[in-house]
């Protein structure tokens, strides 16, 4: 079961980047790293997923090191919109793993 | 492109009642995940179902159960209702082209009084 860790919460202001730091020391070769951000009473919404390296789409970076034991997500210039909880996944259907969400990070953007 | 939808949206049963709540997969996905999550807390994986069978279960006891339909819409089935199942119930689907991505629905709401 690869857990993760992440802190539980962050505080930032309009126009900033925020990199927020997941650990998954336990990563499984099949394992995927995906981030999710979820507003309250609301479904988790899907941001990014990557395998290694650097991903990017429209609205994130994820950046993974070689060894994958961890992982960044980077947001650029957060609104206030962006104040969510953030969560880091790390599991692979293949691999039948249970996949352990965590507690994730509050995120906090100021005016 | 239609997402994953849910219902009901919210619902309120007292202990000892069984619920059924129900969760349409987004067009093109044919993999169903079920997860709880409590006030505060982060989702907690129920169980999935891939080809109407159930395909690896998180820590939940056995009046936790589910089904898959040949639409690869889903249910999730608890019995014997305790008060601490009180939470959100989420349904996430996965394309049948990239199974380790989950798309979530809006939630079912239950409240065990």
């Known amino acids: 079961l690869a857990k993760t860790t992440q802190p539980i919460s962050m505080d930032s202001y309009e126009g900033q980047e925020v990199n927020i730091t997941c650990s998954h020391n336990?990563?499984?070769?099949?394992?995927?790293i995906t981030w999710y951000q979820q507003f309250p009473s609301q479904g988790p919404r899907f941001i990014i997923q990557?395998?290694?390296t650097k991903v990017t789409n429209e609205v994130a970076s994820l950046f993974i090191p070689a060894d994958r034991k961890s992982s960044t997500l980077s947001l650029p210039r957060v609104s206030l919109s962006d104040t969510a909880v953030y969560y880091c996944l790390v599991a692979g259907v293949y691999n039948f793993n249970k996949f352990y969400f965590g507690s994730g990070t509050k995120l906090n953007v100021k005016p | 492109e239609t997402g994953v939808t849910q219902s009901p949206t919210h619902l309120i049963k007292t202990r000892g009642q069984q619920v059924t709540l129900r969760c349409s997969s987004q067009?093109?996905?044919?993999?169903v995940s079920w997860y709880q999550q409590a006030l505060g807390q982060g989702p907690q994986f129920i169980f999935q179902?891939?080809?109407?069978?159930?395909?690896g279960r998180g820590n939940f006891p056995p009046r936790f159960s589910g089904l898959q339909f040949p639409n690869y819409s889903s249910e999730l089935n608890v019995n014997a209702l305790e008060l601490d199942d009180s939470a959100l119930y989420l349904c996430?689907?996965?394309?049948?082209?990239?199974?380790?991505?989950?798309?979530f629905g809006p939630g079912t709401r239950l409240t065990v009084l």
């Open positions: 067009s093109g996905h044919n993999t």
């Open positions: 996430a689907s996965s394309p049948r082209e990239n199974r380790d991505t989950q798309y």
């Open positions: 336990n990563i499984a070769t099949n394992d995927y």
């Open positions: 990557g395998y290694k």
């Open positions: 179902y891939y080809r109407e069978e159930e395909n």
